[in-house]
């Protein structure tokens, strides 16, 4: 069982920059795909980013492609999202989740990950 916990996030002005951290559990966090995904109220799940187990595979959605950035450090068992020139339509609910092995490959598809975290809000303001 591998537990994530979120954390960053909050009120952020339109043009700014907030970093949200996921932090995992377990000894076998190095070996996961980590995906990003947000959701709006009454919306389903988006896909934002995902980064593979090595750090070699890295993959973003085209609205936030430039913007933003996955990074991992499996020292720490954390992975990360930088989120800059952020808009008042990246309000969310940001989750972090986890695709242990064998991984689907199909990164942006949330019924693909195994473990998610509580969530934390982003709310930026025009």
């Known amino acids: 069982q591998v537990q994530l916990v979120e954390s960053g996030g909050g009120l952020v002005q339109a043009g700014g920059s907030t970093r949200l951290s996921c932090a995992a559990s377990?000894?076998?966090?190095?070996?996961?795909?980590m995906g990003w995904f947000r959701q709006a109220p009454g919306k389903e799940p988006d896909f934002v980013a995902a980064?593979?187990?090595?750090?070699?595979?890295?993959y973003y959605a085209d609205s936030v492609k430039g913007r933003f950035t996955v990074s991992r450090d499996n020292a720490k068992n954390t992975v990360y999202l930088q989120m800059n020139s952020l808009k008042p339509e990246d309000t969310a609910v940001y989750y972090c989740?986890?695709?242990?092995?064998?991984?689907?490959?199909?990164?942006?598809?949330?019924?693909?990950?195994?473990?998610w975290g509580q969530g934390t809000q982003v709310t930026v303001s025009s």
């Open positions: 377990g000894r076998t966090f190095s070996s996961y795909t």
């Open positions: 980064i593979s187990w090595s750090g070699a595979g890295i």
């Open positions: 989740a986890a695709d242990r092995p064998p991984y689907s490959g199909d990164y942006v598809d949330p019924g693909q990950y195994d473990y």
